[in-house]
């Protein structure tokens, strides 16, 4: 029998947007701190199997709370450098952001192009029938992309649409079968914002969702929702 002494192999990501296509201006930086649902990679890597294995009433909800820090500087007047750091039940995931702001069309109105790059890991650990201590480790690297957007009705309150798409790696490093198993997951998605914004601090409402599909699985829906709250 395999004992296991810390419960894991959930690798979380944070799937929210929680940002607007304003730029921030030249210099200028922002500041938050977000709670709220993530995705649970683990389940959606092999969600056909749980489907398949388990009672409806016994499913695992593929989503994970998360809760994070996040920044950013105005590079240029059309374009920030961010960075977002999370940590879930055992695991943690980084992120590196550069927004580019597209001219805008009409007062008020702002659009915006929004690469980066994700990775989160955790490891799990556990003893074997002889004693000894092992660890497998589970990872996911990929790229991201986010269509921004926003209406700012006043100083105080502005609305934005996200449209999202990811593609990621997915690792298990077993150490007890000494082998790697890697597979893809896809990911789009739709979320809105509501931000809030009584200078210097914000507060901001996230909610929408995202499919998810596994070349090892199938396809998984996950509705997430994200509170944040910041300085700017």
């Known amino acids: 029998m395999i004992a296991v002494i810390f419960l894991g192999g959930c ?7 929680m940002n607007t296509a304003e730029p921030l201006g030249t210099n200028r ?8 649902m993530g ?16 009672e409806e009433d016994d499913l695992t909800f593929p989503g994970e709370m998360i809760s994070s820090f ?13 960075a977002k750091a999370w940590a879930g039940l055992g695991s943690a995931g980084v992120k590196i952001l550069y927004k580019n702001s597209f001219p805008q069309t009409s007062p008020g109105t ?17 003893e074997n029938d002889d004693g000894e201590d092992l660890f497998d480790h589970y990872s996911v690297v990929g790229p991201e992309c986010q269509f921004l957007l926003t209406k ?24 007890s079968e000494k082998s790697i198993q890697t597979s893809l997951i896809y990911r789009v998605g739709l979320g809105a ?6 200078k210097p601090m914000y507060l ?4 929408g969702g995202e499919m998810m599909q596994s070349d090892t699985g199938g396809v998984s829906f996950l509705p997430y929702a994200m509170v944040g709250l910041g300085l700017n």
């Open 70 to 82: 996040e920044g950013a500087i105005g590079v240029t007047d059309h374009s920030d450098l961010g």
């Open 39 to 54: 995705a649970s990679m683990y389940y959606v890597a092999d969600w056909q199997n749980f489907v398949q294995n388990n």
């Open 110 to 126: 702002y659009s915006a192009i929004i690469p980066s790059l994700a990775y989160a890991n955790t490891n799990v650990g556990y």
């Open 193 to 198: 914002n509501l931000k809030i914004d009584v």
């Open 152 to 175: 700012k009705a006043s100083q105080y309150f502005s609305m934005t649409l996200a449209g999202q798409a990811g593609a990621y790696l997915y690792n298990v490093d077993e150490d």
């Open 29 to 36: 930086v922002r500041f938050g701190y977000n709670t709220g």
């Open 11 to 17: 690798v979380a990501m944070d799937i929210s947007s």
């Open 204 to 207: 901001m409402l996230e909610a």
